[in-house]
């Protein structure tokens, strides 16, 4: 390959690292995701009463009922997926910041808010059935719970055979049910995450070898901040996109029927709290999973392995 290609932009090499980057940050996190879906779908009752008081109870009951393994129920088709939707997310994000640079090779904020908010509208393709699916069988044992509670049982099911009711159901469009919801929540955190990472990332010492590369914990660290700032910010989005995903329902919870329906009656029945339901958690989980996935991606394994150079965009 000759000097001239390796400078490109190169598209394959930033897929390989957001796909290894997206699998390390998610298996690190999953569990504190799973208490996050349970906390944003429950459902306070007429007198006050809920499952879970807390994350820390969320956890407590979870591990007691479910096990060691409960707690990553879910996990395989979110392993599956986060490969294709880090990879798209990541990437789209370096190939539009790329493209969007002025002739002197700047990047106005205005510009990298675009670049994320397009990073974001594109990775909705594999982000919205991946988020369907997941919550499914994170909430399972929640609604199972409940069920048990009034003297009734759920049928356990699976990831597979759950696609394939909703694609005999519904077809292909059975996968993308919350759509809408998954748009407004991932974009507008895209806009805030990406530019935030990039700023913050760029104000830390550098690497000593020349290549003007951020030093490891400088971009682990911009990653943690920028996302949970993001995540906390997104929040009331990604609680109606999670109960309007939430296929099944608990004994007496309430069903919505679109974004607006679901955060009228969230605030009309429990407040604009609620809105920030498991907001720590998320923050939590959002915090290591963009560190990780971040730094990862930024040690730019798969240039080393192709022979790229790589490129700051």
Avoid at 138 to 145: H, S, Y
Wanted: charged share 20%; with cysteine; hydrophobic share 45%.
């Amino acid at each position: 390959m000759t000097d001239s290609a390796k400078n490109q932009f190169s598209l394959i090499p930033k897929i390989v690292n957001g796909g290894i980057a997206g699998i390390i940050g998610v298996s690190c996190v999953f569990p504190l995701d799973l208490v996050k879906t349970r906390l944003q779908n429950q459902q306070i009752g007429p007198n006050g009463e809920r499952m879970y008081k807390s994350m820390l109870d969320c956890f407590k009951k979870t591990y007691k009922a479910e096990g060691y393994f409960g707690m990553y129920r879910g996990s395989a088709v979110n392993i599956l997926l986060i490969t294709p939707e880090k990879a798209i997310k990541l990437a789209a994000n370096d190939f539009f910041r790329y493209h969007l640079r002025t002739k002197d090779a700047a990047l106005p904020v205005f510009r990298q808010m675009a670049a994320g908010g397009l990073a974001g509208l594109c990775q909705i393709v594999v982000t919205t059935p991946m988020e369907l699916l997941k919550i499914q069988m994170q909430d399972a044992g929640r609604v199972a719970a409940a069920a048990k509670a009034v003297g009734k049982t759920v049928p356990k099911t699976s990831a597979t055979k759950l696609t394939m009711e909703l694609l005999k159901k519904h077809g292909i469009l059975g996968l993308y049910k919350g759509t809408a919801a998954t748009m407004l929540r991932d974009v507008s955190f895209s806009v805030i995450y990406f530019p935030l990472f990039a700023t913050l990332n760029d104000l830390g010492p550098r690497k000593d070898d020349g290549s003007g590369e951020a030093v490891f914990w400088c971009s682990f660290l911009s990653g943690c901040v920028a996302g949970s700032t993001a995540a906390l910010f997104v929040n009331p989005f990604d609680v109606v996109k999670t109960r309007l995903q939430a296929l099944t329902k608990a004994e007496g919870e309430r069903t919505y029927t679109g974004i607006m329906d679901c955060a009228m009656k969230t605030l009309k029945y429990e407040g604009p709290k609620a809105f920030f339901k498991g907001g720590a958690c998320r923050m939590i989980v959002i915090a290591p999973l963009f560190g990780i996935a971040q730094t990862v991606y930024y040690l730019g394994v798969a240039e080393y392995l192709l022979g790229y150079n790589k490129m700051k965009v």
